[in-house]
């Protein structure tokens, strides 16, 4: 089993709508989770953070399911600029460097 | 943030040989890491470059094949060795920041034929 399952995609919107990917992972001891975005042929970068929380940063929302091992990622009012590959990223351990990545979920945001 | 650089950003190589790769870091850090990512793959872990120490690799990676070198805090170089067409990849480099998670270097776009 992969240490991050993500949607497979693609996603194909309208601008305006919103979308919202999901991502599970298998190791409960896990401490730190990321979205990560990563544009056509670029080093993938990082666009938030995830907290039991949850939190928002503007248009995203993220969420984190300790119980069901499940994170989320909403984008609300997408822009044509939202077109990227979003990448699930679980931490390994305590050094934040150690990253497990799912293979990523396209969206194609079109006018 | 740290500003990672990389070098080279792409090259094609012929099998059988290696290539080194560089990363250099604007900043002091304890610790570098070494990804891949194949063709319409995500990014998966080499290693763990540490100064001063050698290497952790992750399950899957080999230091003959992959060895790595941690000189000082800002630098570290990957060599990809004796290289066959599925070591074609992006090889990325990336650092703990601060307590933020991993920066990445622009990568280096290898293609072996």
Do not use: H
Not at chain 1, 16 to 23: D, L, M
Not at chain 1, 31 to 53: G, H, I
Not at chain 1, 65 to 91: F, M, P
């Amino acid at each position: 089993r992969k240490e991050v399952e993500q949607d497979p995609g693609p996603f194909n919107v309208p601008e305006g709508a919103t979308v919202a990917f999901n991502c599970t992972y298998s190791n409960s001891a896990s401490q730190s989770f990321f979205w990560y975005r990563q544009d056509c042929r670029k080093e993938p970068k990082l666009l938030m953070s995830v907290y039991s929380s949850g939190n928002e940063d503007g248009r995203f929302t993220a969420q984190l399911n300790r119980a069901s091992q499940y994170i989320s990622l909403l984008i609300r009012d997408s822009k044509l600029s939202d077109s990227a590959t979003y990448l699930c990223v679980v931490g390994r351990g305590s050094t934040l460097g150690r990253l497990y990545f799912g293979r990523g979920t396209q969206l194609t945001v079109w006018p | 943030s740290a500003v990672i650089s990389q070098k080279p950003s792409r090259d094609i190589c012929q099998r059988g040989t290696s290539l080194t790769i560089q990363c250099q870091v604007d900043s002091q850090v304890t610790m570098m890491f070494w990804y891949r990512q194949q063709p319409g793959q995500s990014l998966t872990l080499i290693a763990t470059a540490n100064q001063g120490s050698e290497a952790t690799y992750e399950s899957g990676f080999v230091i003959d094949k992959f060895p790595i070198s941690r000189p000082n805090l800002t630098f570290s170089t990957l060599t990809v060795s004796n290289m066959s067409p599925e070591d074609s990849s992006i090889y990325l480099c990336s650092v703990e920041d601060r307590a933020k998670p991993a920066p990445f270097g622009s990568g280096t776009r290898l293609t072996v034929v």
